[in-house]
């Protein structure tokens, strides 16, 4: 509590340090807008306005809205983004003005060196640090899977941040477990982003106009998870005139349809895709799989209008499901999300966006038929309600602050017999519940033009209501044994209440144009855990809230970088090192019953981590020709007394390196191709070191948690696009995209394990034996892979 | 149970996306590598209402890559239990220690295992589960999923009043069904009672001798079969929990004693 206290005063003290004067009284003026794709009217996320003379500038928001404050004169205006041709104005500055602009999207013919790929020097003079953006176009550069452009992939191949291998959705940044990522789409947070248990993310490519990941420093506007924020936004639609995008690809194809509904007043888009598994599983010879759905299928809306000039108001939403059919056994689960959004300009200084959220997690699984027919379902919803303001306090600060409730539920489970001779009751788990409050404040300072600080608080509330608690004798949760009494709360009654404050501090020091050094310190706290006790989550893995016995878990991160540009800022640098503290953080029971446990305390387990590591990544974003490079060096260990007889363990993601590089070449206007190589040292693993036999089946014997580890990985993929030519009377256009993943036919590791040895049956040689002997193999997923898709756009 | 539903996902999205067969790989440790941590003497007993089905069998841990049984033959075994009751187990090879007379098994009774094994002593203590309601009856019926085939199917009714623990153990031709799929041990947690033809063994052939022995087992012997489940069924995946070691209720050796209640019956596949 010491070091918050010492935190809160420095930043009253830096607050009260600000210069609070009268702006316009001292001859400032604000210019302010919005920054928009000239072609489709979409608001740009992260784009700069740079004021040339003052060397001075700022970056549009998740809105596209852009403040910037200057002494009235004359100034030469900057405005670029990645991607896009940049503008220069000339514009008088005498009072305060609103000052729009379209930008046009870069042509690949243009000469490489009149094109800026992206706010010329943002690598270097922006403070956020540890935060990585990708946009569509990019994720277009890199080879997909099955031509599914896909950005939870594309983050797990960035600096900071590791995967368990193919076929997951799981990502861990920075020594972080994967429920501390907090996803937002549209802002608001996605429970499960996996489809077929993390072959495909619930992220449709044609929905997405950015995603921004932050890895640290992280932002005192986010909080609730430990480690990172992924803060996803939907395109808002083609407002200048109605167009569509159909695909058809190998496994799934998917079809947007997007246009203004009133020309630029506002606009609607609707992108949907479907997965068809279960059309080629019927060809297969095994029985079992041709009788086997499978399929995913997902939709994404949004509606934006603008009210006037300084309102506007969005409405987005998701809904997905996974079916899984096999005989008699059917498993679902899907997303669903809703925002209602309104932004406001109160004027060039004062930018709000209020949001109405909600989010639900839902599985069901069971059978439907015999004596064993059940459905179980399962669900986490919630109801959030938040409010951001923007203040641009005068030139040198930038205000940040708001509000944020949030109602959370909980169901576990119900479970219903689903035919008159079922064997099971049913059954109703205790609901749980929980509120959430948030206040937060920040502040970005230009202490001089070479040093600027970033500073924040976040307080947080949480309260367990509504819930069903167990009371244990001496307060002993080691067994269900232990339970001596039971209390009911209603939705009004607090059983346990949680606080928490979160300062947020990053700095900035230009060595020079092309440098600068930056620093970060978080501290964060994350209310809500995930019941998993596999490296990547099933598919149904719930959630739970703290509560009296499991604590909120804590983090603490600080983290140094170094920046620099190169060859006119076309090549960007940076190497960050981190070391990060985790407290309270949970792993369960060796043999732990997660599901439909009511006292799922008696199974959880509390301990420390910490991870440090360095990152390094180079990139060239402009031209033909683009490459990165990024390499991680890390380490990620827990303790956790009553797993690994309390002896510090590696986390099951921990790897000592990584490396990820990727090439891409526009050849002409028509064909480009593109190449990624990753590779990853080997993840812990658990294996035996003996085994007895019981009851004629072998038991395996275990003295160290991850002691082992899998094999490395590497993987090529390369990528072909073709354009159809353009014609001036065309009102249509294609692309074809071919693409082959694990070019060398690699077998990576999935899983590496014990199983019984199968022998031949000498009595039928299409048939084996399995033996009570033990084997160690190696499972491996995905072989040579190529993969074609066909575009087609109006 | 539940947990195998999910395991049949898993491996449909493994099995649709997996080329080629798992290999082997050289492990790069074994037995003695820490050899001081792992037990090294393993039991496994059990205490019934039937005299003939008690008995505890002893032997040595080996390495996984070992295919060979080490049975220790000088142990000394005592059990006694809460009402004074003592008797000395005997040997009578491979490993197996017979209880000759019964030391009075009744619900709620609390047992001792006192072994002395190459100078070692290791105790297990367990309480007798309570007697389960009777089994209706078992009866064969034709195997509607496999031609030709018949299954044998159980009718019974289970407490609900508190919490109960069964397990079936299958024999057909006198060995025991022990693949993965065949371990079948359950709670009444979520059970209406009601056992109104559960399948127990399918693919029985006619004239098959089929056996059944038909356990209630306590929490600590639930919980253990339920870590060998973990195990059996585990494929080691990103979605498999962490390979543990299955506990069982004597300190510083693997292995259990359990106290189970026995029902056993035969049946000729007509």
């Known amino acids: 509590m010491k070091n918050i206290r010492i935190a809160i005063s420095i930043i009253l003290l830096m607050l009260s340090k600000t210069s609070f004067c009268d702006d316009d009284a001292a001859g400032k003026v604000s210019m302010s807008g919005y920054i928009k794709d000239a072609k489709n009217g979409e608001d740009i996320i992260g784009a700069t306005v740079y004021v040339k003379e003052l060397k001075t500038g700022a970056t549009t928001n998740s809105y596209g809205f852009y403040s910037v404050t200057l002494p009235k004169g004359t100034y030469n205006i900057l405005i670029s983004y990645i991607g ?24 690949i013919t243009t000469d490489e060196v009149l094109v800026s790929a992206h706010p010329k020097d943002e690598n270097v003079n922006n403070i956020q640090m540890s935060m990585n953006r990708l946009t569509v176009d990019q994720m277009k550069k890199v080879p997909v899977m099955f031509g599914e452009i896909d950005i939870i992939k594309n983050i797990q191949q960035l600096p900071g941040v590791q995967s368990v291998g193919e076929g997951s959705s799981a990502f861990f940044v920075r020594g972080g477990s994967s429920d501390q990522n907090l996803i937002l789409l549209d802002e608001a947070p996605v429970y499960n982003a996996s489809h077929l248990a993390g072959i495909f ?27 990172s924020v ?35 007043k506002g606009s609607f888009i609707v992108s949907a895709r479907r997965s068809y598994f279960d059309v080629f599983l019927k060809a297969s010879s095994d029985k079992d799989i041709k009788n086997t759905t499978l399929y995913f299928y997902d939709i994404n809306a949004k509606l ?82 938040k409010q951001d303001y923007s203040y641009l306090l005068n030139i040198n600060n930038e205000l940040k602050f708001g509000v944020q409730i949030c109602n959370k539920s909980f169901q576990p489970g119900v479970i219903t017999p689903k035919s008159d001779n079922s064997i099971f009751r049913e059954v109703k788990m205790p609901l749980n519940n929980a509120l959430e409050y948030a206040l937060y404040i920040s502040n970005e300072q230009k202490i001089w033009n070479r040093l600027h600080l970033q500073y924040g608080l976040r307080f947080t509330t949480f309260q367990n209501n509504g819930n069903t608690t167990y009371i244990y004798a001496n307060n002993n949760i080691s067994s269900k044994n232990n339970i001596t009494d039971t209390i009911s709360n209603n939705y009004y009654q607090v059983d346990k209440t949680y606080f928490g404050l979160e300062p947020r501090l990053g700095v900035k020091f230009n060595v020079d144009e092309k440098s600068s050094i930056k620093a970060s310190y978080n501290h964060t706290y994350q209310y809500i855990h995930q019941l998993s006790n596999s ?19 804590t983090s603490d991160q600080i983290a140094l970088g170094y920046f620099h540009n190169l060859l006119d800022n076309t090549i960007e640098c940076s190497l960050e090192g981190y070391y990060k503290w985790l407290n309270n953080t949970i792993d369960f029971k060796d043999n732990a019953q997660l599901l439909m446990n009511p006292a799922i305390e008696t199974e959880v387990l509390r301990g420390t981590g910490y991870s440090y590591g360095a990152e390094l990544m180079v990139k060239k974003s402009s031209g033909k020709f683009t490459w990165t490079a990024a390499y991680t060096l890390s380490w990620t260990k827990l303790k956790i007394p009553g797993i690994n007889n309390g002896n510090e363990y590696f986390a099951s993601w921990d790897r000592r390196h990584n490396i990820n590089a990727s090439l891409f070449y526009e050849i002409n206007k028509r ?5 990624s190589w990753m590779y990853g040292s080997g993840r812990p693993i ?73 022998v031949p049956n000498p009595e039928n040689s299409n048939k084996t034996i399995t033996t009570n002997n033990k084997q160690i193999v190696m499972l491996w997923l995905f072989p040579i892979v190529p993969s074609v898709t066909y575009t087609f756009n109006f | 149970m539940k947990a195998s539903y999910i395991i049949i996902f898993i491996s449909t999205i493994i099995l649709m996306s997996t080329c080629g067969k798992p290999v082997d790989i050289t492990p790069e440790y074994n037995l003695d590598k820490d050899n001081h941590k792992i037990p090294k003497i393993a039991f496994e007993g059990k205490i019934t209402n039937l005299i003939d089905s008690n ?31 003592i008797e000395q187990l005997q040997y009578v090879g491979n490993g197996r220690y017979q209880c000759l007379t019964t030391v009075g098994i009744s619900d709620g009774r609390v047992y001792t295992m006192t072994a002395k094994v190459e100078g070692k002593t290791y105790t297990a203590n367990l309480v007798m589960p309570a007697k389960p309601l009777p089994i209706d009856s078992v009866v064969i019926v034709p195997d509607e999923n496999n031609e030709g085939k018949f299954k044998a199917i159980v009718f019974a009714m289970v407490h609900t009043q508190f919490r109960e623990y069964y397990l079936f153990q299958n024999f057909v031709n006198g060995k025991l069904k022990n693949e993965p799929d065949d371990l079948l041990y359950a709670s009444n947690e979520n059970l209406n009672g009601k056992i109104p033809g559960f399948t127990l063994v399918e693919k029985l052939n006619s004239g098959d001798k089929f056996t059944y022995k038909y356990y209630t087992i306590t929490k600590e012997v639930f919980d253990y079969y339920n870590g060998i489940n973990d195990q059996v069924n585990s494929d080691g995946g990103v979605f498999s929990t962490p390979p543990a070691n299955v506990v069982g209720n004597i300190p510083d050796a693997a292995g259990i004693i359990q106290g189970m209640y026995l029902y056993t019956d035969s049946l000729i596949v007509p």
């Not at chain 1, 490296?535 to 878990?553: C, E, F, G, N």
């Not at chain 1, 256009?733 to 199983?755: D, L, Q």
């Open chain 1, 84 to 107: 896009y041709k940049s503008i220069e104005n000339q514009i008088v500055i005498n009072e305060n003005i609103t000052q729009n602009f379209m930008l046009q999207v870069e042509s």
């Open chain 1, 201 to 227: 993310s619930v992220f449709n490519g044609d929905a997405i106009k950015s995603a921004d990941i932050y890895k640290g420093g992280i932002p005192a506007q986010f909080g609730g998870r430990l480690s």
């Open chain 1, 230 to 264: 992924v803060d996803i936004r939907t395109r808002d639609g083609n407002s200048q005139k109605l167009s569509g995008t159909a695909s058809i690809g190998l496994l799934s194809s998917k079809a947007t349809l997007e246009g203004p509904i009133i020309r630029d």
């Open chain 1, 304 to 385: 934006n209008y603008q009210l006037g000039k300084r309102d506007r108001i969005y409405l987005s939403g998701y809904y997905g499901q996974d079916v899984f059919k096999s005989g008699n056994f059917g498993l679902s689960w899907g997303n669903a999300t809703t925002s209602l959004r309104w932004s406001h300009v109160f004027n060039n200084r004062l930018f709000m966006n209020t949001s109405g959220i909600f989010s639900d997690f839902n599985y069901s699984l069971g059978l439907t038929s015999g004596v064993q027919a059940f459905e179980w379902v399962a669900n986490i919803q919630e109801q959030s309600l």
């Open chain 1, 535 to 553: 490296a990547s989550p099933l598919p149904i893995t719930m959630w739970v809230p703290s509560s009296r016995y499991i604590a909120p878990q």
């Open chain 1, 671 to 675: 064909w480009s191709v593109g190449t």
């Open chain 1, 686 to 758: 658990t294996l035996p070191a003996g085994k007895y036999t019981f009851e004629q089946t072998s038991v395996l014997i275990y003295n160290e948690r991850n002691g082992e580890r899998t094999p490395d990985f590497h993987r090529l993929d390369l990528s072909v696009n073709l354009k159809s030519k353009v014609k001036p009377n065309r009102k249509w256009s294609s692309e074809w995209n071919f693409s082959i993943y694990n070019v060398y036919n690699r077998k990576n590791p999935f899983s590496v394990y014990t199983r019984n040895e199968e």
């Open chain 2, 55 to 85: 008995c505890v069998k002893v032997k040595r841990t080996v390495s996984i890559h070992s295919n060979e049984n080490i049975y220790i033959e000088n142990a000394e075994i005592i059990i006694s239990d809460n009402h004074g009751n």
